[in-house]
């Protein structure tokens, strides 16, 4: 018989067993039926291997859909370390081809990691790259699915657009300010591998699709945006000028219409160029003394006060005014004589425009600088804008008064600028400048977002701005900015000459010669703003060389918008130097022998006594002395 002392240690250790056993049976039913999906899904972490599938970023489309940025299929390298057999002549071979050291590759390849990506000389490869790579046919490497950015435009409209890196992550223009709705959602491809890296049998991998980013629609009209794309390039060419710029903007609403700059570049290959050049738009990264320009602001300043009667109200230009002991000259030598204000305008008379400041007075003067939206950034969705520079209240003294009023020692942007004048000729609204015009479902392209156009105040009324329409539009028919005039489209604006300022100081010789016009004046339709800084081997005034370009550009759109031409504005007010136009009369109708005029002279095609047609068409203003083709039929 066993001792009282054995028994008891084997009942004690038989309840331990028992404990144990029981332990470990609840252990394992509680792991089999409560944390199943747990330990499957730890499980499958440890096996499970995943290849990154990038997103397609949203497109950058023009207002009529046509694309400014999309996405070309490309490829990126991977490896499975386990898998490299031979990871010396696989760092040879690749290295050869990607072009960078062995030793980085063999690094890469000897990494205590599931899966490595060789970034960045192994993103986004070329297709020569990616072949070579294919027929290497080496265990453990993988190319994988990425998208390349494109821009099919290039220097057109790329410091609007911008560019994205290497990661598809935004870098500068839209492409980073709207960088959160572009970008799209990564997908993977994901294989199931044992420790070495080897594939687990019976099992299958498993792809999570990505998703593609919103795509942005911009106000952008790229058929105006090529007509304000080939003026800038001419320009800066013809004057070798250190910076062009140039804005189109529909007055009604805000719209940004065409945008750019020169230098300019391409952004598809954005790596190529001093980032001075890729990292700003100068329409709205520039300030600069906006000169006689201004003055438009100025004259519809007085004119909503109240203070002056263009027609009738005059003021004697005897060539200077004295402020605060300066002397301000007048362009012309002796001055103009007497004038009426319209004519002040028409002139662009500095002294005339130093009396309307003293009438409007520092309070007035400087609240209307600030409604009119200067020294203020616009709001404009364009990343690097700057406010401008204006004279604290405290000291917009008398001197500071009478320079701001004709546009010199304030200094502002090009978009403030147009902003303004389009408030000007709208009937008094300041809308807030916007690029964006909607954003869009990459997948169906449905509008998911529509921006609004918002009405930041009303600065001068509609009666004060029906009356600068027609101020603005003598001023190129009969005044300074007659080299912008265009039959039919009754274009209203006003020149600048502005001299550079370098460190405080004026620099002889160099200027910013400008024009910024609106049109129909009837119904205006558009506002073009167009500048040329330090041109050279031309007249240093902008009437004379920016008027032609404003003209041009005016046209073209004008007629590229199906604008109808209007010939009841202004008449054209002739110097030598221009070429005199007339109206073809309607002879559609007449007899032959009634065919008659002292203005043109005529070619007859067909048979038969009765015009049936003309070119060109009737109330069609072209140079005297053109020919005019008359078709006849009939007896």
Known sequence: MLPLMLIKRIRTIAVITVLLVASIVFKLTYNTIFMHQELVTLASELWQRSFPLYAPRGYIIDRNGEL????????????????????MQASVNLASILGVDQKIIFEKLNKKASIVSFHPYGRKLTYGQSEQIEKLSLDGIY?????????????????????????????????SYYDNYLTGKKGSLNYYMDAKGGLFPNTQSEIIAPSQGMSLELTIDLRLQNILEREMENAYLQYSADEVVGIIMDPNNGEILAIGNRPTYDNNRYQDYDQTIYNRLLPVYNSFEPGSTFKAITFASAINENLIDIDNDTYYDKGYEIVAGTRINSWKKGGHGLQTYLEVLENSSNPGFVQIARMLGKDKLYQYVKDFGFNQKTGVDIQGENKGIMFSYDNFNELEQATTAFGQGISVTAMQLVTAFSAVINGGYLFKPHVCKSLLSSSLMERVYEVTPTVVRQVISEETSKTM????ESVVSRGSGRKAYVEGYRVGGKTGTAQIAENGVYV??????????GAPMNDPRLVCYFSIKNAHNTVQYGGTTVGPIIGRIIEDCLKTLGVEKNYEGIEREYTWMDTKTAQVPNFIGKDKKEVKSRDFTFVFVGSGNKVIDQLPRVGEMIPIGSKVVIMLGGE
């Open 508 to 517: 002889d010789g160099k200027y910013i010669l400008s024009f910024i016009a």
């Open 469 to 472: 329409r027609r101020a603005l």
């Open 68 to 87: 400014l940025a999309t996405n070309e299929p490309t490829l990126s390298l991977y490896a499975i370390p386990y898998q490299v057999k031979d990871k």
């Open 143 to 175: 190319l994988v699915q990425d998208n390349l950015r494109t821009y099919p435009y290039k220097e057109y409209m790329a410091s609007l657009i911008g560019f994205v890196g290497i990661d598809n992550i935004g870098f500068a223009g839209l492409e």
